[in-house]
């Protein structure tokens, strides 16, 4: 049974840090490519950042203050946020992708508020 697990939002003053964690489990994980998204309340699902294997990418809204990373021996993606601002409040969802093969998580809530 596929299940990726999201963890690590909350609520954050703007500014601030916050690591979300996305464990996985099911399939082969270091096969996969593995991403984030967000979606903020009447948005459209907005991609922030994939880890390739062999390359990472990131959203222009997130570059330098965000990082995407994996551990394959725990199955486990993160995503660290930095310097926060109100506008990154979303649900942010990690994403599993190779080929046809698309799986998601349910979500973290993630509010930069003061």
């Known amino acids: 049974q596929v299940q990726l697990v999201e963890s690590g939002g909350g609520l954050v003053q703007p500014g601030g840090s916050l690591r979300l964690s996305c464990a996985a489990s099911?399939?082969?994980?270091?096969?996969?490519?593995m991403s984030w998204y967000r979606q903020a309340p009447g948005k459209e699902r907005e991609w922030v950042a994939s880890?390739?294997?062999?390359?990472?990418r990131y959203g222009d809204s997130v570059k330098g203050r965000f990082t995407i990373s994996r551990d394959n021996a725990k199955k486990t993606a993160y995503l660290q946020m930095n310097s926060l601002k109100p506008e990154d409040t979303a649900v942010y969802y990690c994403?599993?992708?190779?080929?046809?093969?698309?799986?998601w998580g349910q979500g973290t809530q993630v509010t930069v508020s003061s």
């Open positions: 994403n599993a992708e190779l080929g046809w093969n698309h799986f």
């Open positions: 099911g399939f082969t994980f270091s096969y996969y490519a």
């Open positions: 880890d390739l294997g062999g390359s990472i």
